[in-house]
Structure formats: C-alpha cells, structure tokens
Nanobody
Framework: VQLEESGGGLVQPGGSLRLSCAAS????????MGWYRQSPGKQRELVAS???????NYADSVKGRFTISKDNAKMTMFLQMNSLKPEDTAVYSC????????????WGQGTQVTVSS
C-alpha cells in the first residue's frame, strides 16, 4: 500500500486547509487510517483516526476544529482543518494499518502545513 498526501501549504491563523491521502489500493478493507503530525522538537502526535466502520477519534488539541473522513470509492482519506492555529504547524503524514491494535504499517511521506500571519 502506497500513500501520498497533498493539500498542505501556508495559511493564516483562523484559516482552513483540506489534506488528502491517496492510496494505491482499495481502502475499504484497511482497518484503520490516521493522520499524524510532527513539528521540530516535538514527538509525533496522532491527530485523528478513522476505522473501517467509520468510527473516528481525535486528539484533544484538534477536537471541534478538524474532521477526518474517507471516500472508499476514491481510495482517499481527508483531513479538514478549520480554525487553524500557529501551533498546528507541522508535517502531516497519513498512515494505515490492517489490524485494529497493531502498529501503523503504511506511511506517506508527509505534507507541510504552516500556520502563520
């Protein structure tokens, strides 16, 4: 499974971005997909995840601002980010795994999101 992110960029505080994660194979059988982010000097953080049945989970820092979704027909996962803050600045990577409790097996290369005025 190959994953490729797109949609990152520079945005002002309070603005919005929509990230996409395109998969090379059908995602309908992938058990969990997620978005991670990492900024310099900080640990990688799981921002949001979506399970095969559609159940979603979010980090407390993004609840109410970010929305994760997927389109199985388009083999793509999305992250809608609203009300962006400077502390959201990071490299965002998508990931996927075929087991519920295992580690993420497949990773994209990441896309930079910079929130600055």
């Amino acid at each position: 499974v190959q994953l490729e992110e797109s949609g990152g960029g520079l945005v002002q505080p309070g603005g919005s971005l929509r990230l996409s994660c395109a998969a090379s194979v059908s995602i309908s059988s992938i058990v969990v997909m997620g978005w991670y982010r990492q900024s310099p000097g900080k640990q990688r953080e799981l921002v949001a995840s979506i399970a095969i049945g559609g159940t979603t989970n979010y980090a407390d820092s993004v609840k109410g601002r970010f929305t994760i979704s997927k389109d199985n027909a388009k083999m793509t996962m999305f992250l809608q980010m609203n009300s962006l803050k400077p502390e959201d600045t990071a490299v965002y990577s998508c990931a996927a795994k075929r087991t519920l409790f295992g580690t993420y097996e497949y990773w994209g290369q990441g896309t930079q999101v910079t929130v600055s005025s």
